[in-house]
């Protein structure tokens, strides 16, 4: 391989197959010659992540690569700071280091980034490295709790409208009754999948834990005739929610209050949290049941809707670190700490993994469109990230890598049931 | 209260209530005069189990009870040994003394049971007789998990046959489309659910761990065309099995197999086990899961149909003593030792808690008309406390104590998964 098309591949030219035609090349020093201890170290993050079916380029354009034919991508490291950053903490620094465009990738971002999780999920060798990423965790006492929602959902309502649905700004995954919908479509379709689980009736209090920006105490309230309180500590959010409340007739039907899901009070028919738990931590689960325990009616209804994992773990720690300060999805056994103390009784439980993947999917396409304007208002490294964080995000679906959880609840002695689910399934509309 | 009353309503006639009429009367001798520290007793035991809505009446036609107007029952304690030993260890005892007519309720049964279930449920008090509970417990290893099994599904086949159902021999929780259902009907639609849940095709290899009488494994063989291999440790079980296959035409796609599941070996495209995990001990789930991760496909489907419970707990002793040896249902954060160690996928988790309680209502009127052929069989104390172990398990699922997990499961990696779970509705047969 000649020197010119070295450089090329290494960096530039990989970044403009993710961005688009008229984003800058960004050019990196090349970082010494490569020497024999940095073929070792690639050899031994290679048998770390379990082999996975990828090529690494080092500064100077040479590959390092298990199988020439099936390689799915490639990732080049562009100096060799980077490569000692990726060896010491690769889940941390592979974000660090795309982020500032130190590391890229030729191929497609997707799909390298599947093949590594598939590779990392197979691979024992791999779980040494948590021992890094304990160390970079955010607590969610009420003080942190709301720094830790404020850095990612107070980033700016307009940046996060240029991306997700424009019908009700959800920011959880939709359900693809067809897979082929909309993701206006499979946004209401979720949130009628979730009323109907809930069985909901005009005239039954609801209170949301974790509301977002409003859409599905709105819709609840609009479609179901219920009346809703809907709790988030995120201030503009809230504030867009009581924006968009005030102009419509739905005022007196739904409260947006800016708390702590630890301070809910009052009693309700149903209790609904929609990507939140993911935030709080699990070492905060039981103060979640007690809220719940205490504020549940006795024939009342409860879902909760979270990402989740196949066995307990932590996020990744560049996500942690710069994406969801605090959050950790849980396992379905970490799940139960929540319910199990107060023997509150699981109805259903369902996987919607591939609808998350497929929301991202759609998240992704509309950020790219809107990939220059967002870097106007932001900067390079912000968009990078964003762009790998969802990317990932969507190779953590594919791959199994996270699972999504809808569990639905009531209290034990509740025998006001459904005698099957077919009730689900009726219509598209409720 | 009259003493001829008092005498009829503590024993022989509050028994007929729930017998047939032609039952023999059981007399037992009073035994002394009721005295202060009896009716303390009493009232400990009252609160022991939080104050439900029953009378005691004790073996001088004496009663106990909080409110007169709104007792559901009277359980009559006819004799001070009964009481001593009830306040021992009543959960128990009740059985032990139930069985042998020292206790006897007068009133509707279930209704007793469930007021009791459901006071427990809510009482504080009660768990410091897990102390007792924890010594009546019977291990799993290889030589007592036969043991144990042989304990309740080797008492004979023409046993079970008096009250299950006639199609196929189901011990386990029916699924009742329609209330309505006959027990043959829901017990049909069960197997048509389960593998609709597993999709399964022609041509597919399935491993059944825990088979009972071989019912779903000869309805899989026959209505979906799969190979099945069905492991049971029952040897009376098996047998029937193994005769009712030689005369049919599946005798080359059903193998019945007297083994232990943890000596399944093979690969298979679909895992399933219908009520054997109750049976195993939770401290064995981490074998299950090995058993599992190594039989199934990459793309395979598992399914586990469990008693459950909302909390960890253990099982009534009485019940584990004299029913079911080594017996344990399991929380949901229990069960999830099995799949989370190896990362299985939960891809649905349904509760079916209703559908046990309907099936055992089945069940008992069944029991109730061939008592006499039964206790012709056997004998008195046998019939029952096979008619309380039913009502209580009745009573178990209708008071919310007991619940019925049906458990979708599959590899992380496996992306070949219906949208949604509207297939499993379309029509009652596949």
Redesign the interface.
């Known amino acids: 391989m000649e020197k010119s098309q070295r450089h090329v591949m290494c960096s530039g030219d990989s970044l403009s197959r993710q961005l688009p035609e008229n984003e800058t090349k960004i050019n990196f020093p090349l970082n010494g010659a490569v020497n024999e201890f940095d073929r070792w170290l690639i050899r031994k993050l290679l048998a770390a992540i379990g082999y996975p079916n990828i090529a690494f380029q080092l500064w100077n354009g040479e590959k390092v690569e298990l199988d020439k034919e099936s390689s799915t991508a490639t990732i080049c490291i562009n100096n060799r700071t980077s490569l000692f950053r990726l060896i010491i903490d690769p889940r941390y620094y592979f974000g660090e280091l795309y982020s500032s465009g130190d590391v890229d990738v030729i191929g497609d971002l997707h799909t390298c980034l599947d093949t590594v999780y598939?590779s990392i999920?197979k691979s024992r060798n791999y779980s040494f490295l948590d021992v890094f990423n304990k160390y970079r965790r955010h607590a969610n006492s009420f003080i942190n709790a709301r720094q830790n929602i404020h850095h990612h959902y107070d980033i700016g309502n307009v940046f996060y409208k240029q991306w997700l649905d424009s019908a009700s700004m959800q920011y959880t995954c939709a359900y693809?009754?067809?897979?082929a919908m909309s993701l206006e479509q499979a946004q209401i379709a979720k949130m009628h999948h979730i009323c109907r689980k809930l069985e909901l009736k005009p005239g039954q209090t609801v209170v949301e834990a974790g509301c977002g920006w409003g859409g599905l105490a709105s819709f609840m309230a609009q479609e179901y005739g219920v009346k809703v309180k809907a709790y988030n500590i995120s201030h503009k959010q809230i504030c867009y929610a009581q924006e968009q409340i005030r102009h419509s007739d739905l005022s007196d039907r739904v409260e947006y209050i800016e708390d702590d899901y630890r301070n809910i009070t009052g009693n309700y028919d149903v209790f609904v949290s929609v990507g939140m738990i993911e935030h709080i931590g699990i070492e905060y689960y039981h103060c979640l049941g007690k809220v719940i325990d205490n504020c549940l009616t006795d024939k009342g209804h409860g879902l909760i809707h979270s990402i989740g994992r196949?066995?307990?773990g932590l996020l990744n720690a560049w996500i942690e670190e710069r994406i969801f300060p605090g959050a950790c999805p849980p396992?379905?056994?970490q799940m139960?700490?929540i319910?199990?103390?107060h023997?509150?009784?699981?109805?259903?439980?369902?996987?919607l993994?591939?609808?998350y993947a497929k929301t991202l999917e759609h998240w992704i396409k509309r950020f790219e469109t809107k990939r220059e304007f967002i870097q106007i208002m932001y900067d390079k490294p912000f968009v990078r990230s964003w762009y790998l964080y969802l990317m990932g995000s969507k190779a953590a679906f594919?791959?199994?890598?996270m699972?999504l959880?809808q569990v639905l609840f009531t209290?034990?002695?509740?025998?006001d049931?459904h005698?099957?689910?077919?009730h689900?399934?009726h219509s598209q509309t409720h």
Do not use: A
């Open positions: 598939r999920n693809f009754e067809d897979p196949n066995k307990p396992s379905l056994g139960m700490e319910f199990e103390p023997s509150l009784s699981i109805l259903d439980i369902e996987n993994r591939l609808h594919t791959s199994g890598t699972q959880f209290r034990s002695q509740n025998n049931l005698w099957t689910r077919e689900l399934y």
